[in-house]
């Protein structure tokens, strides 16, 4: 007797090839930034899927899932870090390392959380790349400043709500290299904050500074789309409270915005 599973997995396997993808070779000397999406394996993409399959040298990030890392089997592992507050290489080390592994004539993976390009350091690495004359491609991924919206029940734009969303990163948030919050505040657009977990509390009051009504729906996303995921929904006004209370930390996603609300009346509770 055939079990559910295998016939899932043959369901899966027919699925892929009635898809016809044919996936790019990478070839030794290569260097391929990829995006892992938010933490889901299932939000891999097929062409950073296939690229794992060949490499054999992965640096990726601390917020790539073990599951993920797990299908470079051929590929030696370099750690690289960048997760806020702890140990991580300088992205100079990063860098250097890239270009010496590309030399060596390996076939290199950089494997980012969410998309490279989106907060993720990607461009400066492909910069450094190309200033090197390494050969490289940039492998899209989810990013999740969108995807765990979705994963959560928050609707990125909402007729009759927004126009538009503003992605911006709170870590110089109450520095002299800080934002102009008000002047975001003033669009009465959704903002997603990324890396603004430890300036949360800042970031809030400065969005009220600049307008917002404190009775703005607001919410902190942890560790979306993983087993791990944890929300919380308040206002502007209570969320830092609301979100230590609950003991969120990092990584996690500030969300400021009427689109939160649709979250409660998605699921029927408003």
Same mark, same amino acid.
């Given at each position: 007797m055939v079990s559910e599973g295998t016939k899932e997995n043959g369901r899966l396997e027919q699925a892929l090839a009635r898809l016809n993808f044919k996936p790019r070779r990478l070839e030794p000397g290569h260097v391929w930034l990829a995006g892992a999406g938010p933490g889901d394996p299932g939000c891999l993409t097929l062409e950073v899927l296939a690229a794992l399959a060949e490499a054999d040298a992965l640096v990726y990030d601390a917020l790539v899932s073990p599951d993920i890392v797990a299908v470079a089997e051929r590929a030696e592992l370099f750690y690289a870090g960048k997760r806020g507050g702890q140990p991580s290489m300088k992205q100079d080390d990063i860098t250097a390392l890239l270009v010496r592994l590309a030399r060596e004539g390996r076939r290199v993976i950089r494997l980012k959380g969410g998309d490279p390009y989106i907060f993720g350091r990607g461009g400066e690495e492909a910069l450094a790349l190309a200033r090197e004359n390494i050969p490289f491609r940039v492998l899209p991924g989810l990013t999740s400043g969108l995807s765990a919206l979705a994963a959560t029940g928050i609707p990125a734009t909402m007729r009759g709500i927004n126009k538009a969303v503003? =992605?911006?990163?709170?870590? $110089? !948030?109450?520095?002299?290299?800080? =934002?102009?919050? !008000?002047?975001? $505040?003033?669009?009465?657009?959704?903002?997603?904050?990324?890396? *603004?977990?430890?300036?949360? @509390? %800042? %970031? $809030? !009051?400065? %969005? =009220?500074? *600049?307008? =917002? @009504?404190?009775?703005t729906p607001a919410a902190v996303i942890v560790a979306a789309t993983t087993p791990q995921e944890r929300i919380v929904v308040a206002t502007l006004a209570t969320i830092a409270e609301e979100a230590a209370a609950a003991g969120l930390s990092s990584p996690a996603l500030i969300v400021v915005g009427g689109i939160v609300a649709m979250r409660a009346a998605l699921a029927g509770e408003a």
């Open positions: 503003i =992605l911006v990163t709170g870590h $110089a !948030a109450g520095t002299d290299d800080d =934002l102009d919050w !008000a002047a975001i $505040a003033r669009t009465g657009q959704p903002v997603v904050v990324y890396m *603004g977990m430890a300036n949360l @509390p %800042i %970031i $809030a !009051a400065s %969005i =009220l500074e *600049g307008g =917002l @009504p404190p009775s």
